[in-house]
């Protein structure tokens, strides 16, 4: 089913090893071993019933597989010693580039890679990009690119964005946190996610919409999309910290 009616598929696979979940108007099945994908290949499924009783049989459509464990393991092995994830793998002397916006990119992936394969490594070292990116931020929330070699990196004096890199951040702890229900993690760093909201602030003008950076007077519609599920994530993430005074002021930002 397609829109809202898929929402209404109640998904259970009983004793079989397939996982499966709604994203929206899809529903994913996760193997326990790889599956070959081809354009033609197809599922044939058998007595799906609704939470309201009916049933459905039939085929899927043609369909390809994700390789989901070897590109997380891509990521994993762009994981510098210092817990931030680099533009590459970090490999014996090359240089290091590290630009928190898609580290954090880097991060989501793992987490829905952890969703797909249950591999807690994949949890971790997004958890490990939290950390490392909520102890380099500047006080006014803002961070730099690093770079150096795989023994250490240290920051330029760069940064293609302040809002989109406050607002990736943010969204990825939500979904780490949302993946985790790790809540003394949240209370442990819930000063990254004001000083995050600070950064995203610190160009928002009095339209709403944020410039790309302070030198940088450019509101871009992608910067303020990631901007709008920033403020979001902060505000679901003060809420379940226990601060409903933030929540609510994160949320009239959004």
Same mark, same amino acid.
């Given at each position: ?10 998904? !259970? ?7 499966? =979940? ?22 044939? &499924?058998? !007595? ?7 049933? /459905?049989? #039939? ?7 994700? !390789? ?7 990521? *994993? ?5 210092? #817990?931030?994830?680099? =533009? ?10 590290? $630009? ?15 969703? /797909? ?11 490990? $990009?939290?950390?490392? $990116?909520? #102890?380099? /931020?500047?006080? =006014?929330?803002?961070?730099? !690119? ?21 607002? *990736? ?12 229900? @790790? ?11 004001? =000083? ?10 009095? @339209?709403? *919409? ?12 992608? @910067? ?7 403020? $979001? ?5 003060? &809420?379940?910290?226990? @601060? ?11």
């Amino acid at each position: 089913e397609t829109g809202a009616d898929a929402a209404r598929w109640a998904l !259970d696979t009983g004793p079989s090893p397939i996982r499966a =979940n709604v994203f929206g108007a899809e529903v994913r099945l996760t193997f326990p071993t790889p599956v070959a994908g081809a354009p033609n290949r197809r599922l044939r &499924f058998s !007595d799906v019933r609704s939470v309201s009783g009916a049933s /459905m049989t #039939g085929w899927t459509p043609g369909f390809r597989t994700l !390789d989901a464990v070897g590109e997380a393991e891509h990521i *994993l092995a762009c994981v510098h010693r210092s #817990g931030a994830i680099a =533009n590459r793998p970090v490999v014996g002397a090359a240089a290091v580039a590290v $630009q928190p916006y898609f580290a954090c990119i880097a991060g989501r992936g793992l987490i829905r890679a952890y969703f /797909m394969t249950g591999e807690a490594r994949y949890l971790a070292a997004a958890r490990g $990009q939290i950390v490392w $990116q909520a #102890g380099q /931020m500047n006080p =006014n929330g803002t961070i730099f !690119d690093f770079a150096g070699t795989a023994a250490s990196i240290s920051a330029t004096t760069n940064h293609d964005s302040t809002d989109s890199y406050a607002a *990736l951040f943010l969204i990825l702890f939500r979904e780490y946190i949302d993946a985790a229900g @790790d809540d003394a993690f949240l209370s442990a760093r819930y000063g990254s996610v004001t =000083n995050a909201v600070r950064g995203i602030t610190l160009t928002r003008q009095s @339209d709403g *919409l944020t410039w790309a950076k302070p030198s940088y007077h450019t509101k871009y519609f992608l @910067d303020n999309a990631e901007v709008f599920r920033g403020f $979001q994530a902060a505000a679901l993430l003060a &809420f379940r910290a226990g @601060d409903g005074t933030r929540a609510a002021v994160y949320d009239a930002y959004a």
